[in-house]
């Protein structure tokens, strides 16, 4: 139990550290799906 209360506390410092990051990624992700969905709708057009 000590050892998954420490991972979870780990996992959530390396979160902390680094949300800004994971909000970029997050961000990139979701604008390269959103330019594919469109180019995909305006090449069946």
Known sequence: MQ???AGYRGISLLVNLNW???F??????LA???GG???SILIGL
């Open 3 to 5: 050892t998954i209360q």
């Open 20 to 22: 800004d990051k994971l």
């Open 24 to 29: 970029y990624f997050g961000t990139l992700v």
């Open 32 to 34: 390269l799906l959103t």
């Open 37 to 39: 969905l469109l180019g």
